[in-house]
Structures are given as C-alpha cells and as structure tokens.
T-cell receptor
C-alpha cells in the first residue's frame, strides 16, 4: 500500500458525459501528479500540482482540468468524454517537486467510456 | 524532448535465470532515473532509482547503474522468481514529472 488513495476504482460512463476522479496523497506529501495509461499511448503525464498551485502541464487535453485543494487532495475533471478517453488514470504524490523526489502511485481509476 | 526506450517484451525466463531489461534515454540535461514495477491489476511501485552518473540503485535483488556515457539504465537481477512476473517501466525525471518507457512484460515460469 503506497498510502495514495484514489476513488472511484472503476467508472463506466457514456460519451459526452463529465466525470470527476479524486486522489488523496500520502500524508505529508505536497505534490500531486496525474498520469493516463492506455494501450496505445502508454503512460503519459497529464498535470502536476504543488501545495495548491499548478506546477507543470503535460499532454492534458483542454477538455480535462484539475485542481488541488487546501487539504492537498486533488480532483481530475474529464468532460465531453470520448471513446478514446477510456484508460487507467493514476495519481501519484511526492514530498517535494524536484526531479529526484520519489513518486508514489495510487491504485488507479479505470475509466470506460461507452 | 525527453524520451525513454525499453526493450520490447514479453521476456520469458525460467525461475533462477539471469534477467536484463535494457533501457536507454534521451534528455537535454541531467535527469534522475527510475525503474517502476506494475503487478497485474495494481498501480506502479517504485523499484529503484539513481540520481547521478555512476550511481547504482538496488532493491529486492534488482540493480541498475546510471551510465551517462551510454545514456542507459539497464535493469538486472541475478536469479528471478515466479513472483517477479510483472511489467517493468523505466522512467526519467528532469524537472519533476516522469517520462516513461512503454514497459517490458516479464514472465517467469517455475
């Protein structure tokens, strides 16, 4: 158990809908990252927050947004869903925000868009 | 941009065999390097890391050495077990975000 929790574990929804994925980092970690894992794209970085502020942005679509709240939990919002958004979405957390900090991953949320 | 290239799998071995999974990287600066492991149905677990050239990361019998001259970070284990069957990801971090390779599936048979 990494100490990172994600809810829900599974999500099935229809095209055009909007969903929210939730992540609670390990106790004491200030940085939260979101990654998408799909068969064709592999593991891709989406976005990072550090202590409530957006720190880095990767291949995140405009239909996706995220935020980190004062209690440090984070939410990833996916809207106008398409079939191609079906994937595993992982949250990770680390103590700091530099390249040498170890990132601890949650169990993931499996999103299926039908 | 940054990229990580791993050998394609699956790698199929018998128990107690020697394991090597090749990983090379491209980066503009001096990244930190990581190996993560993903067991079926689970999230990624950090296996080992190295933050500068010639550093050796090790954990649970796995080792990898940061080779700047060949831009490589190959994963090795002297004697694999059935329980090592999983997907292994090589990754680099230059600022703070991880860039992953495509993963290599390892299958170990008794």
């Amino acid at each position: 158990d990494s100490g990172v929790t994600q809810t829900p574990k599974h999500l099935i929804t229809a095209t055009g809908q909007r969903v929210t994925l939730r992540c609670s980092p390990r106790s004491g970690d200030l940085s939260v990252y979101w990654y998408q894992q799909s068969l064709d794209q592999g593991l891709q970085f989406l976005i990072q927050y550090y202590n409530g502020e957006e720190r880095a942005k990767g291949n995140i679509l405009e239909r996706f947004s995220a935020q980190q709240f004062p209690d440090l939990h984070s939410e990833l919002n996916l809207s106008s869903l398409e079939l191609g958004d079906s994937a595993l979405y992982f949250c990770a957390s680390s103590v700091g925000a530099g390249p040498s900090y170890e990132q601890y991953f949650g169990p993931g949320t499996r999103l299926t868009v039908t | 941009g940054n990229s990580v290239t791993q050998m394609e799998g699956p790698v199929t071995l018998s128990e107690e065999a020697f394991l090597t999974i090749n990983c090379t990287y491209t980066a503009t600066g001096y990244p930190s390097l990581f190996w993560y492991v993903q067991y079926p149905g689970e999230g990624l677990q950090l296996l080992l890391k190295a933050t500068k050239a010639d550093d050796k990361g090790s954990n649970k019998g796995f080792e990898a050495t940061y080779r700047k001259e060949t831009t490589s970070f190959h994963l090795e284990k002297g004697s694999v077990q059935v329980s090592d069957s999983a997907v292994y990801f090589c990754a680099l971090s230059e600022r703070s975000t991880l860039t992953f390779g495509k993963g290599t599936m390892l299958l170990v048979s008794p």
